[in-house]
């Protein structure tokens, strides 16, 4: 019985050094391991079987514990290094902090390009009290726009409708999106916009613009190419999130699309 007892301590230490050393060499976590827990298996192996083999086991068992808490020190080290780099635990930090804690923060790191020494909260709200007062760029467009109505007749001002009824060209927009998106679901946007004329180029846009807004198609952006994607709906979908895209049309480099595309 007490051979067996001894057998099953032996295979109990030789499996916490197998652990120690995997994590060693493989780099993985090293709290992971509950070094408390191994430390008192240790303290029991050695109260109960005191024969020198068991006795040079359990310090090499020791050492390699040993080891294990360097390492967590390390790991420790490098973490706290890093918190300035890695982003996620930034945005942790910041998504935990109090509003107080974030307003000191700014405080402390912000650094004005205008005369850090001289600016008082007396002037920030005094620029601020000024950017308020500032008209917009254009009092036409003062009043946001919120029905088709309404912009159909700004359009028709700028001389670039047609005497059709929006709606049904929304329609038509959307099934030409449909058709020419095909099993790939999406087509590039200046395919579908670019025509012969400037005018009409700029029509099409504006018609393609209420089938995004309907929630009948989504417009995205490549940032590292630049690429403009159309990807049409069947049906209309409710927008959880309203951003807003501006396209720049040239005269000059519509008519260089339209013809690209014939």
Same mark, same amino acid.
């Given at each position: ?8 301590? #032996? ?11 995997? +994590?060693? *060499?493989?780099?993985?976590? @090293? ?33 390699? +514990? ?45 650094? @004005?390009?205008? #005369? ?19 008209? @917009? ?15 159909? #007749?700004?359009? *028709? ?81 409710? #927008? ?21 595309? *014939?």
């Amino acid at each position: 019985m007490s051979h067996e007892r001894k057998m099953m301590s #032996r295979e109990e230490l030789e499996k916490i050094i197998a652990l120690c050393e995997s +994590i060693e *060499k493989r780099g993985l976590d @090293p709290f992971s391991v509950n070094v408390k827990e191994l430390l008192t298996k240790l303290r029991r192996i050695l109260e109960e079987q005191k024969d020198l083999d068991t006795i040079i086991l359990d310090a090499e068992t020791l050492y390699k +514990i040993a080891v294990l808490i360097s390492l967590q020190q390390k790991w420790l080290k490098e973490r706290a290094s890093s918190l300035f780099i890695d982003s996620q635990l930034v945005s942790l930090k910041i998504a935990s902090a109090e509003p107080k804690q974030l307003a000191i923060a700014l405080a402390r790191s912000w650094r @004005p390009i205008v #005369r850090a020494e001289q600016l008082t909260p007396y002037r920030l709200r005094q620029g601020m009290e000024y950017f308020l007062m500032l008209p @917009p760029r254009d009092r036409a467009y003062e009043k946001l726009l919120t029905t088709q109505e309404d912009a159909l #007749r700004i359009v *028709k001002e700028a001389g670039y409708t047609k005497d059709i009824a929006l709606e049904e060209e929304v329609k038509k927009m959307h099934e030409r999106c449909i058709t020419a998106a095909g099993s790939g679901g999406e087509l590039d946007y200046w395919s579908i916009v670019s025509a012969d004329t400037f005018e009409e180029t700029v029509w099409r846009a504006y018609v393609l613009s209420f089938v995004v807004s309907e929630g009948l198609a989504e417009i995205k952006k490549n940032p590292l190419t630049g690429e403009v994607k159309v990807v049409p709906y069947p049906s209309k979908r409710k #927008r959880e999130k309203i951003t807003t895209f501006v396209v720049s049309l040239k005269s000059g480099e519509v008519s260089d699309l339209g013809r690209e595309e *014939k």
